[in-house]
């Protein structure tokens, strides 16, 4: 009995192997699989890319996370609160695993925080490799613990024990037919390196900038930075974008790393820009050239909306060009136009003033427009005005409005033989015609320094847009400017009104001098302000020897000599007028005050030079600012300092409230002052800015001011 019951004991135990052995194959022949288990909000499982794994191969094996909706869970940075997740490896010995490749995450705004990571259903791969001398046939159970938080209005820690069972195969592993493509999909899509060249700038505001390829020439409204390390930014803070030639610059709040003197040497993270997001790593040094200077970025706009945007960018421009005929920079040339509608109010060629005029306005504007146009595309930080910028420009225009106004003076006559010669032909008055148009150009020279109501917007649309669209934008404002003077050249019957040509003309004209002589003045003043006591000195001599030319120039004419003296009147005066230009051409800017500098002279309220670093420093410390944005150059700027900015009531209020005043000067360039413009929409000055202080976003002031708007402002600021 003993050996029939051994017997059968071997016989059961010989069909329990062989039952083993066919399981074990029948396995091996199996997908890898798990079950997916839920965890409370999310469900979880550990999928992989191959439907087995070859002795010594590498497979991927993704965290599946199915958030439930309206939960997320978080990336490897969280951001300003949160967990990343976490997986732990349990696998047999031999076998390896690598790091998580993360899926590049999204923003999650969480009242006055901003977190990083994922929404909806996220795979996580990550590389395993198995043993060379892993056994073919064999079946591995592959153990992994994943822990995550889950967060909607409350936040869950959660986990759980995930479990894969993975073949080991004798050739090639075949995709697993469920879960290879996407895991594939996931890995193509995994943020990586896109070739660009970075650098970290720190100061009260961090400047990020990057170059390369891939962000050059580009509109990215949406560009963002993911840094991997937590203490590098304050997340929850805005990044604000500036577009350059060759890349582009964000600005970033620092965080507690730059805070507390640990700043690192490099900062890596993700650059998300046009549907993007590549890796960067940023060594911490000076801001890259060619990556700022041309303003924020537009947003893309619907076909529809584009029209809209262009067509009302357009309509502005046309009633800004319309309301600079009543600002205070084109009087002085608007004078010339008064002597010529006088001089032509019973004549025939009227029309044909008014179309020289605006033909002199339309030309100088697109002139102007595409030189600006063509300086910011080769990545120049230039604005509306810029002509203004250069002290020989400036100089020059004062010697023009100097001899203009002897003109009107009766010094000497301009074209007096053109317009004799046209007279005795009995045509058009040719001589007044070039006149009329170069009074034109003169009057858009000098409307630079103005920008009235409805024309900043427009300028600062114009400069984000296509040239022909940008060209289109000018005209409209070159046409407004010329469209009152040219109307009345059309409108006969109310010149006529005026007396016949007579001796009041003379007495008209030599009265209308003066401002001429005051716009000279007040050039030579803007030149004093950015070539200091040596170029003001050199512009005098220059006024003196273009006076002295235009006297001897005026003798010659009246003299009516055909040579001798005449002539050499006339060579001495050209001399003259050689050497002034000479002494034009060696105006060279004075040096800028230093950025944040020390108190500044304003003849009102007590203020500080403007810096981006010094703004973000006042933030920080929750005080209220006040921001002008302003130029020596600028007529309305001045006015509005006059009229608003020394107001005893206004100076009080910000004495009262603890309003810092920051005055950011552009008379001569300064890149950092044209991108605050940009990031504000405008291509010119002036610009006022009143923030709370909570910081956020300031009030933006009307280009004309009041106390009363001012002091309203101030208020606002104040309760904020």
């Not at 993704?62 to 490897?76: D, E, F, K, V």
């Not at 590389?127 to 064999?138: I, L, Y």
Request: glycine share 12%; hydrophobic share 50%; with cysteine.
């Amino acid at each position: 009995m003993t050996r029939s019951l051994s017997k059968l004991v071997l016989r059961r135990l010989a069909n329990l192997a062989v039952a083993l052995c066919g399981l074990t194959l029948s396995l091996a022949a199996l997908p890898a699989s798990a079950a997916p288990v839920n965890s409370g909000h999310v469900t979880v499982e550990l999928v992989a890319d191959t439907q087995s794994v070859a002795p010594g191969g590498t497979l991927h094996i993704a965290l599946r996370q199915q958030i439930a909706p309206g939960w997320h869970t978080y990336w490897r940075n969280p951001g300003d609160s949160g967990e990343a997740t976490t997986i732990a490896w349990a696998l047999p010995p031999g076998w390896h695993a690598g790091d998580i490749v993360w899926a590049a995450p999204k923003k999650l705004p969480i009242g006055p925080l901003m977190d990083y990571g994922y929404e909806g259903a996220v795979l996580l791969p990550t590389a395993v490799t198995a043993p060379a001398n892993a056994t073919p046939g064999a079946s591995v159970l592959i153990r992994a613990r994943a822990d995550y938080l889950v967060c909607k209005d409350i936040c869950v820690p959660e986990g759980a024990d995930l479990t894969l069972l993975l073949p080991v195969s004798t050739g090639l592993p075949a995709a697993d037919p469920a879960w290879g493509k996407p895991i594939a999909d996931a890995l193509a899509a995994a943020p990586k390196s896109g070739g660009l060249t970075a650098a970290l700038t720190p100061g009260a505001s961090l400047k990020l900038s990057i170059t390369g390829a891939a962000v050059k020439g580009g509109q990215f409204p949406d560009a963002y930075f993911y840094p991997y390390d937590s203490t590098v930014i304050d997340h929850a803070q805005p990044q604000t974008i500036d577009r350059g030639p060759d890349g582009l610059t964000l600005t970033l709040a620092p965080g507690s790393a730059f805070k507390t003197g640990k700043a690192p040497a490099s900062v890596a993270g993700l650059l998300a820009f046009g549907g993007r997001t590549v890796e960067v790593n940023a060594a911490v040094g000076p801001p890259l050239a060619g990556a700022n200077g041309l303003g924020a970025p537009v947003k893309a706009l619907s076909p529809s909306g584009q029209i809209s945007a262009v067509l009302l960018a357009l309509v502005s421009a046309f009633i800004g060009g319309l309301i600079l005929n009543l600002m205070p920079c084109v009087f002085p040339i608007l004078s010339m136009k008064v002597v010529a509608l006088a001089r032509h109010a019973h004549g025939a060629s009227l029309a044909a003033q008014g179309l020289a005029f605006m033909g002199g306005v339309v030309a100088t504007f697109l002139l102007l427009a595409g030189a600006l146009i063509a300086a910011r595309a080769a990545g120049q930080a230039v604005g509306w005005g810029f002509q203004l910028q250069s002290p020989a420009v400036v100089a020059a225009l004062a010697l023009i409005m100097l001899l203009a106004a002897l003109n009107l003076s009766g010094v000497f006559e301009i074209g007096e033989r053109l317009q004799s010669i046209a007279g005795e032909a009995g045509g058009a008055d040719k001589g007044d015609l070039a006149g009329s148009a170069l009074t034109g150009a003169l009057a858009v020279a000098v409307a630079a320094p103005c920008t009235a109501p409805f024309m900043a917007g427009a300028i600062g649309f114009a400069l984000t847009q296509g040239p022909v669209v940008a060209l289109a934008i000018f005209l409209a404002l070159g046409l407004g400017l010329a469209a009152p003077f040219t109307a009345l050249s059309f409108a006969p019957g109310l010149l006529r009104l005026l007396p016949r040509p007579g001796a009041w003309m003379a007495t008209l004209k030599s009265v209308l001098a003066f401002p001429m002589y005051g716009a000279a003045a007040w050039l030579v003043w803007v030149f004093s302000q950015q070539s200091g006591t040596l170029g003001l000195a050199a512009l005098l001599a220059a006024a003196v020897l273009a006076g002295f030319a235009g006297w001897l120039y005026g003798e010659a004419q009246r003299a009516r000599m055909v040579g001798g003296t005449a002539w050499v009147r006339l060579g001495i005066a050209g001399v003259a007028i050689l050497l002034a230009a000479g002494l034009v051409a060696t105006a060279r800017p004075a040096p800028a005050l230093a950025a944040g500098g020390g108190q500044i002279e304003t003849g009102g309220i007590p203020a500080q030079a403007f810096s981006p670093d010094k703004l973000a420093a006042l933030h920080a410390a929750g005080k209220p600012v006040f921001v002008n944005l302003t130029a020596a150059w600028c007529v309305t700027c001045q006015v509005n300092e006059r009229v608003a900015l020394t107001n005893s009531a206004v100076a009080n209020a910000f004495a009262k409230d603890g309003v810092t005043y920051l005055v950011g000067d552009w008379t001569n360039r300064d890149a950092t002052i044209a991108q605050t413009l940009a990031e504000h929409g405008r291509a010119g000055v002036p610009l006022y800015l009143m923030y709370g202080a909570g910081g956020g976003e300031p009030q933006v002031l009307p280009q004309i001011l009041t106390p009363g708007i001012v002091l309203d402002a101030e208020k606002k600021a104040a309760k904020a």
